[in-house]
């Protein structure tokens, strides 16, 4: 049964598909210090970027960076989660100077608690949260592609988390989602997301994915003195031969940026 969706199916949908339909050279600006230089460009906009990362590393931390970045400048973000509140994440951003209360607020960023089949019990346990729209998921992913179809037409850029699902689901599953997403990123653009963590599933499972997956960013971490130092390696990225393959990244209170930018400062 096919799901409607709070995100909203009008919007930019139109502007979306005149701007990017047919382009293949259209950026976005990442808004880390110094990382679009190292790149050579901004990011391809109608791409799929499956970010993975050790536990520690800040994956996360990159993506949301960049989400806000997005948000910003005048564009609209969906933030699926399945287990972690968006309370959680919106206190986290806030952390690393990324204040999102208001576009909450306003609907330009909206969250999607995507609930497996066998989490439904737990999360209708806890209080019910207003900022976010419950998506029950069922046996299948079904629910989740639709709500992502009238999602990224709608002109928003989107990122999900992959832990739960993949615990929750088949395989083929998680991959037929991927397609779809790509799919639906290169008929509407934006830039879309999807975040896995290394060390919580098999290797032959992430292996699988990542295989499914056009452009795919791996991130490793080394804690050294006051800073976590990460390693970004970009394995592949669709539209874009970047001039750096490999990028240190430094965190600190107010996000990340390259190394060379950290050293400089």
Not at 193 to 210: C, P, Q, R
Not at 237 to 246: A, G, L, S, T, Y
């Given at each position: 049964?096919?799901?409607?969706?709070?995100?909203?199916?009008?919007?930019?949908?139109?502007?979306?598909?005149?701007?990017?339909?047919?382009?293949?050279?259209?950026?976005?600006?990442?808004?880390?210090?110094?990382?679009?230089?190292?790149?050579?460009?901004?990011?391809?906009?109608?791409?799929?970027?499956?970010?993975?990362?050790?536990?520690?590393?800040?994956?996360?931390?990159?993506?949301?960076?960049?989400?806000?970045?997005?948000?910003?400048?005048?564009?609209?973000?969906?933030?699926?989660?399945?287990?972690?509140?968006?309370?959680?994440?919106?206190?986290?951003?806030?952390?690393s100077n990324m204040d999102?209360?208001?576009?909450?607020?306003?609907g330009t960023w909206v969250?999607?608690?995507?609930?497996?089949?066998?989490?439904?019990?737990?999360?209708?346990?806890?209080?019910?949260?207003?900022?976010?729209?419950?998506?029950?998921?069922?046996?299948?992913?079904?629910?989740?592609?639709?709500?992502?179809?009238?999602?990224?037409?709608?002109?928003?850029?989107?990122?999900?988390?992959?832990?739960?699902?993949?615990?929750?689901?088949?395989?083929?599953?998680?991959?037929?989602?991927?397609?779809?997403?790509?799919?639906?990123?290169?008929?509407?653009?934006?830039?879309?997301?999807?975040?896995?963590?290394?060390?919580?599933?098999?290797?032959?499972?992430i292996m699988g994915i990542?295989?499914?997956?056009?452009?795919?960013?791996?991130?490793?971490?080394?804690?050294?003195?006051?800073?976590?130092?990460?390693?970004?390696?970009?394995?592949?990225?669709?539209?874009?031969?970047?001039?750096?393959?490999?990028?240190?990244?430094?965190?600190?209170?107010?996000?990340?940026?390259?190394?060379?930018?950290?050293?400089?400062?």
């Amino acid at each position: 049964m096919r799901m409607a969706s709070v995100f909203g199916s009008e919007g930019r949908k139109e502007e979306y598909a005149q701007e990017f339909v047919g382009e293949q050279k259209v950026t976005t600006q990442t808004g880390i210090a110094g990382f679009d230089e190292a790149l050579g460009q901004g990011l391809p906009v109608g791409n799929l970027y499956l970010v993975s990362g050790q536990l520690g590393s800040s994956a996360n931390l990159f993506v949301q960076q960049i989400l806000y970045n997005n948000v910003i400048s005048k564009q609209k973000v969906a933030y699926y989660t399945s287990t972690v509140p968006s309370q959680d994440i919106i206190q986290d951003m806030k952390f690393s100077n990324m204040d999102i209360q208001k576009f909450v607020d306003d609907g330009t960023w909206v969250f999607g608690r995507a609930i497996p089949s066998d989490k439904v019990e737990i999360v209708n346990a806890l209080p019910e949260n207003p900022l976010e729209q419950k998506i029950d998921l069922g046996d299948t992913l079904a629910n989740l592609m639709n709500h992502l179809n009238e999602t990224i037409s709608d002109g928003r850029n989107t990122v999900i988390h992959l832990a739960d699902l993949i615990r929750s689901y088949p395989m083929s599953e998680i991959q037929n989602t991927i397609l779809y997403i790509e799919s639906f990123a290169r008929k509407y653009g934006g830039i879309h997301f999807v975040i896995l963590t290394e060390d919580a599933h098999e290797k032959n499972d992430i292996m699988g994915i990542k295989d499914s997956a056009d452009s795919v960013f791996e991130f490793t971490a080394n804690i050294r003195e006051e800073t976590i130092e990460n390693i970004l390696t970009i394995q592949k990225v669709r539209d874009m031969n970047p001039r750096k393959r490999i990028i240190r990244l430094s965190q600190r209170n107010n996000g990340l940026s390259t190394e060379t930018i950290r050293r400089i400062s």
